[in-house]
C-alpha cells in the first residue's frame, strides 16, 4: 500500500469524478453507485482544496481525526467570507 496514499493533489479527485461521468454509461454498477461515487469525488476534492486553503491563509490546523467536522466548523464560525457565505459552505459540507 505504501505510495497508494502518497498526497494527492484535489484536482485529481475532481479529474476522475469527470471520467467516471463520461465513462459511466459503459460501467456495470448502478447508476446510484456510479453517481455516489462521483459525488464524493467532488466532495473530497472541495475538502482537500478548502483545507490547504485554510491552512494557508488562517489559522486554521489540520488534525488527522474528525477534520471534517472539524473543518466544516471552522468555516461556519471563523470563516474568512461573512456570516451568510461562511454559513452556507458549512451547510454544504455538512450534508
Known amino acids: 500500500m505504501g505510495n497508494d496514499f502518497e498526497d494527492v493533489d484535489p484536482i485529481e479527485f475532481f ?21 455516489r461515487n462521483i459525488y464524493v469525488r467532488i ?15 488562517t489559522s486554521y490546523q489540520s488534525w488527522p481525526k474528525g477534520e471534517h467536522t472539524r473543518l466544516a466548523n471552522y468555516i461556519r ?7 451568510e457565505v461562511n454559513e452556507m459552505i458549512y451547510e454544504n459540507l455538512i450534508f
Open 77 to 83: 464560525f471563523k470563516g474568512p467570507f461573512d456570516k
Open 15 to 35: 479529474d476522475f469524478a469527470c471520467e467516471l461521468e463520461k465513462i459511466k454509461k459503459d460501467l456495470n454498477s448502478t447508476e446510484s453507485s456510479i453517481n
Open 43 to 57: 466532495y473530497y476534492a472541495v475538502f482537500l482544496f478548502l483545507r490547504e486553503w485554510l491552512k494557508k491563509h
